[in-house]
């Protein structure tokens, strides 16, 4: 039986998912909402094409660190039972950055979250899957299709699962990743149809 403090955890991971530096630094520097400029997605791609690369890499460092600490400290905290509320911490930041409550659940592709999740409950996994991701980024910009860069991040997520049976993950890092993938799927390659 979760704690109380475990409980809370959950629901503050989903609050912090929830928190859209992207948002927050374009309607200070621009006064603008960043729902309205780019490409309309409130992530840190968008707010580097609007702000600067500079910009991009602090938001997407944000997003990142989000997914990663609010899933990390279970374990650093010594959560009675760490494994399972890292798992779901590591779902509801995603979830919170992509149905965001303080923007009424609209929000971002949740990519950067989703890299910070992933490093703390499978980072094994995600050495070989980065590698992957990069050196198929790599390839595209030498052959000049880097707008095609869609289908390095499709192609290098499908090799996580079968990594984590090859590593003998446990059955909740199994269903929690899985379940992280499915939404970055979805949203992303399925619904916005951006793998190329």
Not at 21 to 38: A, H, T
Not at 46 to 51: E, S
Not at 89 to 112: D, E, P, T
Request: aromatic share 14%; hydrophobic share 55%; net charge positive.
């Amino acid at each position: 039986m979760a704690t109380c403090l475990e409980i809370f955890w959950v629901i503050l991971s989903y609050l912090a998912g929830s928190f859209l530096p992207s948002y927050v630094f374009v309607k200070i520097i621009k006064g603008k909402d960043v729902r309205e400029l780019g490409d309309r997605n409130p992530g840190s791609y968008n707010a580097g094409k609007i702000l600067g690369k500079k910009w991009g890499l602090i938001t997407g460092a944000i997003d990142i660190g989000k997914g990663f600490l609010m899933t990390l400290l279970p374990f650093v905290l010594h959560m009675p039972h760490s494994s399972m509320i890292a798992s779901l911490s590591g779902i509801a930041v995603v979830l919170g950055h992509a149905f965001s409550i303080y923007f009424r659940f609209k929000g971002g592709m949740a990519i950067a979250p989703t890299l910070g999740a992933l490093v703390v409950l499978v980072y094994r996994e995600m050495i070989y899957v980065l590698l992957i991701w990069l050196s198929l980024v790599l390839l595209m910009l030498v052959i000049k299709q880097k707008e095609k860069r869609g289908i390095a991040q499709f192609i290098s997520f499908l090799f996580l699962i079968p990594l984590e049976f090859i590593y003998k993950e446990k059955a909740v890092s199994i269903i929690s990743t899985s379940i992280i993938l499915f939404h970055l799927y979805l949203r992303r390659f399925i619904l916005k149809k951006t793998v190329f």
